[in-house]
């Protein structure tokens, strides 16, 4: 038993078919190259841009802990308000004059950052 002949039509679409194959194994090729190249882009991006995050968290850390009451501070306010309760018993005729001793004179400015 001879196998049929292909028929014209057939072998026309196998051509078809192996060329579209061809084709889309390429573009399969290149799509992964463009992948890779991007992928080690985006590794070079961020090995630099992780120092500079870690920078950036330390930093908000610190003004984080700038922004909590000092020692001080703490010991100052709780002394106020014993003082603040009875301000007679500490020689003082009201909390106000309490008030402007612990009070700066003038407003601490905070300087405004240069850009």
Known sequence: MNPQPKSRLRRS??????????KRD???????????ATETKLV?????????????????QHLEDLQK???ETQALSARVSAIATTPE????????????IVAP?????????EE
């Open 13 to 22: 679409t196998e051509s078809e078919l192996h060329k579209l194959a061809a």
């Open 26 to 36: 390429a573009a399969s090729i290149r799509r992964v190259k463009l992948r890779n």
């Open 44 to 60: 070079a991006i961020n090995n630099k841009l992780k120092p500079l995050l870690d920078q950036k968290r330390k930093l908000e």
């Open 69 to 71: 009451d000092t020692p």
């Open 89 to 100: 018993a500490y020689g003082f005729n009201n909390v106000l004059e309490v008030l402007d």
């Open 105 to 113: 004179a003038t407003p601490i400015e905070t300087p405004t950052p």
